[in-house]
């Protein structure tokens, strides 16, 4: 009996403890620890590349001061820095020779006008003088007419006086007298048509026909024609003596341009960056007397290499600082060097700037940063969701099935805060943000 009972309480005990270590497997499963985490989902986003690189401040154009001829300065009030305006007169030069010359100029044309004078003069009194001769021509013609009238009627009164020697009324002494009269009164008459004959010469129909004239048949136009040949010669001198005033006052013009470049004016507004020589000193034909740098606009000069080069374009926006004025300027890419730098190997890059109140200035050092234009999509998460860091490369936590699962990153881009990824997860995948330290792969989350 006694070996009965204790065989019971064995198997009695051995049944309770089976049963109490179940119920401790049952409680150890139901109380599993979750991690209590926090989430953010993989979505993609455009990652804006961004180069930053720095440079100068560069003159967008320079103009060297010159003058066409030699001279000594005796004005020239600027200074290096010195604004000046387009078109300002920042310098005056001085030459004897050219001023020595004008001189000579001037009295030549003085004498050329004077010469002109003169012969315009002689046409005036040629044309009254070839009228005088056309008005004496009518009177010696009225003094023919009037002379053959006298002597038709002297011829008559002879043929009376004839009849009356026939009858014996005069004698024949008073009668070779009277004819003596009358051969007398025909040779004058025959001089004076030789004189008539002699004075019109030049005066005829045929010389304005010998001259090339068509000879009209109104008497004033033929009167004017007659007076414009009669006077060629002197239109001809007055033709020759214009043109020694033409000669004379375009000697004096190029001497005039010539002093003019002797006065110097900027070429364009801006500042005077180089200044070669003083007043006192003597400056050769085509020597650079200043050189002015326009600052109404400048450029942003920086240096990308090859492998940046190729990703940007004329028109890309960019962002310029500059840490001495503590300003910065919206611009964009105007100028790529087609060839890159022989030692650096490096392509120039300008970019234009306003510089309205010519604060900026050549030489400035620029921060740069530009924006490229092609922007790719990539996986964007919060900076805080990485585990760890390496480079570009990293490890974050994504939970599949309420597990903690680590992933491996690859790390486009890190900026404001936020990570672009390359590769290791999807769009769509829960990451756990800032992760625990204590957190393990496998471990149960929640959210």
């Given at each position: ?16 403890f089976l049963f109490c270590s179940c119920q401790k497997k049952e409680l150890s499963a139901s109380n599993v620890i979750s991690e209590k985490v926090s989430i953010v ?259 942003a000069l920086i240096y990308l290499q090859e492998k940046d080069v190729v990703n940007y374009s004329i028109g890309t926006q960019l962002n310029i600082e500059i840490p ?76 599949k099935n309420n597990l903690a699962v680590q992933k491996k990153i690859e790390i486009r881009a890190v900026k404001d805060g936020f990570i672009w990824i390359s590769s ?24």
């Amino acid at each position: 009996m006694s070996v009965k009972i204790k065989n019971n309480f064995l198997l009695l005990s051995v049944t309770f403890f089976l049963f109490c270590s179940c119920q401790k497997k049952e409680l150890s499963a139901s109380n599993v620890i979750s991690e209590k985490v926090s989430i953010v989902e993989a979505k993609k986003d455009k990652y804006v590349e961004e180069l930053n690189s720095f440079g100068s401040i560069t003159y967008n154009t320079k103009n060297d001061v010159t003058s066409l001829e030699s001279g000594q300065i005796y004005y020239f009030p600027f200074k290096e820095g010195d604004y000046v305006r387009k078109d300002q007169v920042i310098a005056r030069l001085k030459n004897v020779q050219l001023d020595f010359q004008k001189e000579q100029y001037e009295n030549a044309l003085t004498s050329a006008n004077a010469s002109l004078a003169i012969e315009k003069n002689s046409l005036r009194e040629g044309k009254l003088s070839v009228e005088s001769k056309m008005l004496s021509l009518q009177s010696d013609l009225l003094n023919i007419e009037q002379k053959e009238l006298e002597l038709k009627q002297f011829q008559e009164n002879l043929n009376n006086k004839v009849e009356l020697h026939e009858i014996g009324g005069i004698t024949d002494s008073q009668l070779k007298q009277l004819q003596l009269e009358e051969k007398s009164l025909i040779t004058n008459i025959e001089i004076l048509k030789k004189q008539y004959e002699i004075s019109s010469l030049g005066m005829r129909d045929q010389d304005l026909i010998e001259a090339g004239y068509t000879v009209p048949s109104n008497p004033e136009e033929k009167k004017k024609l007659l007076i414009e040949l009669n006077t060629k010669s002197i239109v001809t001198r007055i033709e020759a003596a214009e043109a020694e005033v033409r000669n004379a006052k375009t000697s004096l013009n190029a001497i005039n341009k010539l002093l003019e470049e002797l006065i110097i004016k900027a070429p364009i507004s801006g500042i005077i960056g180089v200044k070669n020589f003083e007043p006192g000193e003597y400056v050769e034909s085509n020597a650079a007397i200043a050189t002015i740098i326009e600052t109404s606009s400048v450029y942003a000069l920086i240096y990308l290499q090859e492998k940046d080069v190729v990703n940007y374009s004329i028109g890309t926006q960019l962002n310029i600082e500059i840490p001495s004025l503590n300003k910065s300027y919206s611009s964009q890419i105007n100028e790529i060097s087609p060839i890159a730098d022989t030692q650096s190997g490096n392509f120039a890059v300008k970019a234009s700037i306003k510089n309205n109140n010519d604060l900026i200035k050549p030489g400035m050092f620029v921060k740069c940063s530009i924006i490229n234009n092609i922007q790719d999509e990539y996986i964007k998460l919060p900076e805080s969701v990485i585990l760890f860091k390496n480079e570009n490369s990293g490890t974050v936590f994504i939970v599949k099935n309420n597990l903690a699962v680590q992933k491996k990153i690859e790390i486009r881009a890190v900026k404001d805060g936020f990570i672009w990824i390359s590769s290791g997860i999807s769009e769509k995948d829960i990451v756990i943000n800032n992760p625990s330290p204590f957190l393990k792969e496998g471990q149960n989350v929640s959210w």
